[in-house]
């Protein structure tokens, strides 16, 4: 039975559905534990709670009990998480309690059911609500995951102004990792008028053991795993070691299946798709029981690394410390492959909250009855251990033995950092506030005295005197621009509320809080030329420049440039210090650079906001498309196989960004071929998102807002044929770009197996430079009037005509589609059949 029909039959009253709540719980084979039962009365009661217990004891329970308690009187209730994924997860577990007529998602991306009376959303949804509606927010609880984020210097203002802002409120607050809660509590109090139940005593369903490991890592995890304390998580600082530890795990075969563990793999592998580059390397591993985890992989391939722990099929998983934010895995060992990490600016130890939080993961309730954290020596202390064990007892010996030092550089940490840590209490968390023009237009959108609650969120966050003013001095400042930019004027009588200003512009057309550089770029549009041979690229670049950047792909486009360059300058016999000097001016593509700067400046007199949000001028999209390459091909061009998840996610973003940024009237056919390859290529590499969009569809009985999301996967390769068309021209493009470089070797390579061999491709080629001095391959040349297709049922004959430099166009690129094969094999099957002249 669902919560909703639970609560059909139970009255409105504290004890009543005290009762009603602790039988569903009983029903499903399980008892509330004392410090659930005691926040379940403390929400009962109508108190503020603050759950500040270990991870696995049960918190997830406490929030199904609040949303519980909020239905019940007919309240509307929001679940707040840090990240999508969790958001995501939540709502799917809220359905399976509640109902898809009772439960809504709301995210940056997706809107589902949004007027339903339990809503999963992430912090910064929450936030803007607090900030444009305040007390008259439909907002009658909130239950705040994760809630240490508050202390993130970018993000902590989401978590701090729905409780300042939503006085109405009850709050379920939940982190395992909130130290001391004076200073929350006094916030809570002071806010909402409610008392404050703090539950902080609960014991660890599943104990922890600690242990410090002298031995190599490979013979830690094999012992752990020996020893049946497997899965093992290993935590490493960079995703890269991640990898590494994972292929030299296997290379020992140190978590080898048994026979009956081998089949269960091969059956729940067994169709799923896996590409080639670190597809392949993660296929080999999963068959072997081990396992990467981090944020740079193909969300596919993290989920699939998740379902396979939840069945108990992975024994070794190596990865970052992205499952220490809630994601639901079973770990039974945590190891820590080090103590320090990298945070964005430079290596450190792990905090005392970060520690405990990574931990916190091993041992789950239901799935274990002891958890175990091992912390590994550094390399430098194992090698001492093995010398000082080589010679124990030999007192001479020790003395003049050298042992080994730490690396340059190393951030050190010992036995007794490790003690230090499992001691520590998490640190104090201490809220952030940040006060931009998107706080300032949220807060004019109320009826308010916005002044007074920017100084009320300014000093419900901040101590001393020099950070507040300085906050308050960026207030007023904006506020200085808003209305020199004509964007509000002052009221020539406050409201009875104390409404001093109002807005003068429609917020809905010009401001885009998810991507407030979305009025920008159509301003710049505005001023594009369509009949320019390259103003479809040129909108894709003005698109991608209002995105964020992806560095590590955008420093990978500047090392191959570089790289290529210095090739060049060694040629032409360039002096070194000449080289050097040279190659610092060289970066990533930006394409359209000055045009954006300079419109992003003359933009932002008119509408301040935007000068907060830089254009980020780049080409990948672009860089991709021009080079014709798929997926695959652009990852190994750039060798980013790690952070393949990362350029996904670019391209998704760019994706939706060109389906709302452009309006119809401004595309043209070969903005409308980009849009469509570009969407169809994203879905051809992970629809995993968009199975759970379909999903989310099924269970709601709604359409679901996801940005235009292009149709379900279960569609063929195929089934847009528009799409499969630009899929055709670009593989052939693609070997246009290599003929115009004369890599026989690489077009030989992209045609193994058929016609165009090695040899062939050689002559060909031979002939025509024989004709011809160039080969173009500029816009023009890739015009219409120079491909075509001829249909024949499922198969295409498609030809390329070469643009040469006395434009006699008499030399054809002539290849084969088999759509059939195609349509099997998940991705365009094509084959080259000739270069040669045509009639």
């Known amino acids: 039975m669902s919560l909703s029909e639970v609560l059909e039959h139970t009255p409105n009253e504290p004890d009543a559905l005290y009762d009603a709540f602790a039988a569903w719980v009983a029903g499903g084979g399980f008892s509330l534990y004392p410090h659930q039962d005691e926040a379940l009365l403390a929400i009962l009661a109508g108190s503020n709670v603050i759950v500040t217990t270990p991870t696995g004891s049960g918190k997830s329970m406490i929030a199904t009990a609040a949303h519980f308690?909020?239905?019940?009187?007919?309240?509307?209730?929001?679940?707040?998480?840090?990240?999508?994924?969790?958001?995501?997860?939540?709502?799917?577990?809220?359905?399976?309690?509640?109902?898809?007529?009772?439960?809504?998602?709301?995210?940056?991306?997706?809107?589902?059911?949004?007027?339903?009376?339990?809503?999963?959303?992430?912090?910064?949804?929450?936030?803007?609500?607090?900030?444009?509606?305040?007390?008259?927010?439909?907002?009658?609880?909130?239950?705040?995951?994760?809630?240490?984020?508050?202390?993130?210097?970018?993000?902590?203002?989401?978590?701090?102004?729905?409780?300042?802002?939503?006085?109405?409120?009850?709050?379920?607050?939940?982190?395992?990792?909130?130290?001391?809660?004076?200073?929350?509590?006094?916030?809570?109090?002071?806010?909402?008028?409610?008392?404050?139940?703090?539950?902080?005593?609960?014991?660890?369903?599943?104990?922890?053991?600690?242990?410090?490991?002298?031995?190599p890592i490979h013979e830690t995890i094999a012992t752990l795993v020996a020893d049946q304390q497997a899965p093992v998580y290993v935590v490493h600082s960079t995703q890269a070691a991640a990898v590494e530890q994972a292929q030299s795990m296997l290379s020992l075969g140190a978590a080898k299946p048994g026979k009956a563990r081998a089949e269960e793999l091969k059956?729940?592998?067994?169709?799923?798709?896996?590409?080639?580059?670190?597809?392949?390397?993660?296929?080999?591993?999963?068959?072997?029981?081990?396992?990467?985890?981090?944020?740079?992989?193909?969300?596919?391939?993290?989920?699939?690394?998740?379902?396979?722990?939840?069945r108990g099929l992975l024994q070794i998983i190596c990865g970052t410390d992205t499952l220490g934010v809630g994601i639901n895995v079973p770990i039974r060992t945590v190891l820590f492959a080090s103590l320090t990490k990298f945070d964005g600016r430079r290596m450190r130890q792990l905090?005392?909250?970060?520690?405990?939080?990574?931990?916190?993961?091993?041992?789950?309730?239901?799935?274990?009855?002891?958890?175990?954290?091992?912390?590994?020596?550094?390399?430098?202390?194992?090698?001492?251990?093995?010398?000082?064990?080589?010679?124990?007892?030999?007192?001479?010996?020790?003395?003049?033995?050298?042992?080994?030092?730490?690396?340059?550089?190393?951030?050190?940490?010992t036995e007794a950092t490790f003690n230090k840590l499992i001691e520590s209490q998490p640190e104090e968390l201490h809220p952030r506030m940040k006060v931009s023009h998107s706080m300032l237009l949220n807060l004019l959108e109320r009826d308010g005295d916005v002044a007074a609650a920017i100084v009320r969120l300014v000093d419900s966050t901040v101590a001393d005197r020099k950070s507040r003013r300085a906050?308050?001095?960026?207030?007023?400042?904006?506020?200085?621009?808003?209305?020199?930019?004509?964007?509000?004027?002052?009221?020539?009588?406050?409201?009875?509320?104390?409404?001093?200003?109002?807005?003068?512009?429609?917020?809905?057309?010009?401001?885009?809080?998810?991507q407030p550089l979305s009025a920008f770029a159509l301003a710049v549009m505005e001023t594009m030329d369509e009949d320019q041979p390259d103003y479809a690229l040129d909108v894709v670049s003005v698109v991608e420049a209002t995105l964020e950047n992806p560095m590590t792909i955008l420093l990978?486009?500047?090392?191959?440039?570089?790289?290529?360059?210095?090739?060049?300058?060694?040629?032409?016999?360039?002096?070194?210090?000449?080289?050097?000097?040279?190659?610092?001016?060289?970066?990533?593509?930006?394409?359209?650079?000055?045009?954006?700067?300079?419109?992003h400046i003359e933009y932002g007199a008119k509408y301040p906001w935007l000068l907060e949000t830089p254009v980020n001028p780049k080409s990948i999209v672009r860089d991709m498309y021009v080079s014709a390459m798929t997926f695959a091909e652009y990852v190994a061009h750039l060798k980013v196989q790690r952070s393949e998840g990362?350029?996904?996610?670019?391209?998704?973003?760019?994706?939706?960004?060109?389906?709302?940024?452009?309006?119809?009237?401004?595309?043209?056919?070969?903005?409308?071929?980009?849009?469509?390859?570009?969407?169809?290529?994203?879905?051809?590499?992970?629809?995993?998102?968009?199975?759970?969009?379909?999903?989310?569809?099924?269970?709601?009985?709604?359409?679901?807002?996801?940005?235009?999301?292009?149709?379900?996967?279960?569609?063929?390769?195929?089934?847009?044929?528009?799409?499969?068309?630009?899929?055709?021209?670009?593989a052939l493009w693609r070997r246009v770009e290599l003929m115009s470089r004369d890599d026989v070797d690489a077009l030989a390579a992209l045609d193994g197996g058929g016609p165009m061999t090695r040899p062939a491709w050689d002559e060909a080629l031979g002939a025509y430079w024989d004709e011809h001095d160039d080969l173009y391959v500029d816009g023009d040349a890739r015009g219409p009037k120079f491909f075509d297709v001829e249909k024949h049922g499922r198969t295409w004959m498609v030809r390329q005509v070469i643009d040469d430099p006395e434009g006699n166009h008499d030399w054809a690129l002539h290849a084969r589609v088999d759509l059939d094969a195609s349509d099997e094999a998940g991705e365009l099957v094509l084959q080259t059949l000739s270069f040669a002249r045509h009639d």
Request: hydrophobic residues 40%; proline residues 5%; negative net charge.
């Open 471 to 514: 906050l308050l001095r960026r207030a007023a400042a904006l506020g200085r621009s808003l209305i020199a930019a004509e964007i509000i004027t002052r009221l020539p009588e406050p409201t009875a509320s104390g409404r001093r200003y109002q807005l003068d512009v429609d917020l809905q057309h010009d401001f885009a809080l998810n």
């Open 646 to 730: 990362l350029l996904l996610r670019y391209l998704t973003d760019a994706y939706r960004a060109l389906r709302q940024t452009v309006p119809e009237g401004f595309r043209n056919d070969e903005l409308d071929d980009i849009i469509a390859w570009l969407g169809e290529m994203t879905r051809l590499v992970d629809s995993s998102l968009l199975d759970e969009w379909a999903q989310l569809s099924a269970m709601t009985g709604q359409e679901v807002t996801v940005d235009d999301a292009p149709p379900p996967p279960s569609r063929p390769v195929t089934g847009n044929e528009r799409a499969f068309r630009v899929m055709v021209r670009n």
């Open 267 to 310: 059956e729940a592998l067994a169709g799923f798709r896996f590409a080639s580059g670190f597809g392949s390397t993660l296929s080999k591993l999963l068959r072997a029981g081990i396992a990467v985890h981090h944020a740079g992989m193909l969300p596919k391939y993290r989920r699939l690394v998740e379902q396979l722990a939840q």
């Open 351 to 413: 905090r005392s909250r970060e520690f405990h939080q990574i931990a916190g993961r091993a041992g789950r309730a239901g799935f274990d009855t002891i958890g175990y954290v091992v912390a590994q020596a550094p390399e430098h202390e194992v090698e001492n251990a093995k010398i000082l064990a080589k010679h124990e007892g030999n007192e001479k010996k020790l003395k003049s033995v050298r042992r080994k030092k730490p690396p340059e550089g190393f951030i050190n940490y």
């Open 69 to 215: 308690a909020a239905l019940a009187g007919r309240g509307r209730t929001y679940y707040t998480a840090p990240i999508k994924a969790l958001v995501s997860e939540k709502f799917f577990a809220l359905v399976d309690v509640f109902g898809a007529e009772l439960v809504g998602m709301v995210t940056g991306d997706a809107s589902v059911n949004p007027d339903a009376p339990i809503i999963a959303c992430t912090a910064e949804i929450l936030a803007n609500i607090a900030l444009r509606e305040g007390r008259n927010a439909d907002v009658d609880q909130v239950v705040m995951d994760e809630f240490h984020f508050i202390s993130d210097p970018d993000r902590g203002w989401a978590w701090q102004v729905p409780l300042i802002e939503l006085p109405q409120a009850q709050f379920v607050i939940m982190s395992a990792t909130l130290g001391d809660t004076t200073r929350l509590q006094e916030t809570l109090t002071s806010t909402t008028g409610r008392d404050v139940v703090e539950i902080s005593d609960a014991q660890r369903p599943v104990p922890l053991t600690y242990r410090w490991s002298l031995d």
């Open 556 to 599: 990978q486009q500047q090392f191959r440039a570089r790289g290529e360059l210095v090739a060049e300058l060694k040629a032409d016999g360039v002096e070194y210090d000449e080289r050097v000097a040279i190659l610092d001016e060289v970066t990533w593509p930006k394409p359209l650079e000055e045009k954006l700067q300079a419109a």
